[in-house]
């Protein structure tokens, strides 16, 4: 964006009208799927990267992410809403240039007044101090649990990003496909995101085939039953926030988008109460 060689719209709010903030959608639906990521250990997008690597609860959290992909789906084809567009979708206006200049007050720099640049700069300083934080709080360090240290797992995803960019003329995001998915059950044929989490399916198994280290060496019990109900949670929330970790977490907050900082809180506010209370 920066060298102007794409132009990606910020991720806009997600309003359900009922807590009196167009930002409704983002914070109820961030909760719910931090809650969801907490009672399933996954999200939209690891769900499937848990299915083509193998790992047994992550088939149940798949078959209840369907199953809220189907729900979903039907709620929108009743509200008469666009399917894929999620919470958040924003109209179509003849006028572009206020189509764009709506879509600009939605970034948290324009918010603050402050250039892009040095919001940039302060989010990378605020996330190495986490980072430093947590290596320092944890028993073992992250690279040696995963087997592939975080900062080139960091950069893979980035070189994923500029990938989907590149060939898809849009940005990384897990939630839409379940939707799609479940509205093949109402008659709604799409399938553009469903190829896209086919590939990170088949891209999980290829890489576990090839490098067997990769693979988790023990698989943390969580029942069926509370698999699928995590599964259901995630994508119910991500459709309501509009996104989920991927399209939120990972695309949303690099375009400085409010919906997505609001919805990120939220995701790991609620999953890590959840997730202590569980524990």
Sequence with gaps: ?????????????????ILGTRYDGNILGGALLGAGMAVSGACPGTVLAQLGVGVK??????????????????????KGGAQGAG???VE???????????LAKETVYHAL?????????????ALVL??????????????????????????????????????????????????????????LRKYSNLVFSAGLVGGAWLIAQAVPALRPAAEIAVSPVRSALGGFMIVFGSRMAGGCTSGHGISGLSLMSISSFLTAAAIFGMGGLVGTVLN
Excluded at 9 to 17: D, E, M, N, T
Excluded at 92 to 102: F, H, I, M, P, S
């Design 1 to 17: 964006q920066s060298l102007q060689l794409t132009a990606l719209p910020p991720r806009p709010a997600a309003p359900l009208g």
């Design 130 to 187: 986490a980072v430093a934080a947590a290596v320092k709080l944890t028993a073992a360090p992250a690279a040696e649990a995963r087997g592939i240290p975080p900062y080139l797992a960091g950069l893979a995803i980035a070189a994923a990003q500029l990938v989907s960019i590149a060939l898809r003329g849009s940005l990384l995001g897990a939630s839409t496909a379940f939707e799609e998915l479940g509205g093949w059950a109402w008659g």
């Design 87 to 89: 919470c958040g979708a």
């Design 92 to 102: 179509k206006k003849n006028d572009e240039g206020k189509k764009e200049e709506k």
């Design 57 to 78: 609860s992550g088939r149940w959290a798949f078959a209840g992410a369907v199953a809220a992909g189907v729900v979903w789906s039907g709620l929108m084809k009743m």
């Design 113 to 125: 007044g402050i250039p892009r640049g040095a919001l940039l700069v302060g989010l990378e300083a």
